[in-house]
């Protein structure tokens, strides 16, 4: 599954490298089809990323919020609320199959996460 945005170059990238090596998804649109709360919570856990690695620090939502400087001070759980209070704060794309889950495009990551 890759929840991803139209416009998003990063998006396109990962989705590119996907295709160039063969690699099947299901795209979902990560603004009208945005992950459950339960499904966050998983995507979290089995990325072993720290939450704030989930939020897209290049949105407009992110700094008009000015979370640079409020998420230092928030628990994991306020955190957590705030990232799922609006879909476009989500990193993207997420991608994941299930076991597996990487949180935006870097190709390194992609090659040791996907092509196993």
């Known amino acids: 599954m890759v929840y991803s945005y139209p416009t998003c170059g990063t998006c396109r990238k990962a989705k590119k490298f996907l295709d160039e090596h063969g690699i099947d998804y ?3 649109h990560i603004v009208k089809e945005p992950p459950s709360a339960k499904e966050l919570k998983t995507f979290i856990a089995k990325s072993q ?3 704030r690695k989930f939020f897209n620090t ?4 992110y700094r008009e919020l000015g979370l640079s400087k409020k998420l230092k001070a928030m628990d994991e759980e ?3 609320r705030v990232l ?3 879909p476009m704060l989500l990193k993207r794309p ?3 199959d299930g076991k597996r889950v990487t949180v935006g495009f870097q190709e390194e990551v992609f090659k040791q996460t996907w092509l196993r």
């Open 58 to 61: 290049s949105g407009k939502k």
């Open 26 to 28: 299901k795209e979902k």
């Open 84 to 86: 799922l209070s609006d």
């Open 78 to 80: 306020e955190q957590f």
């Open 94 to 96: 997420i991608v994941t």
């Open 49 to 51: 990323l720290p939450i």
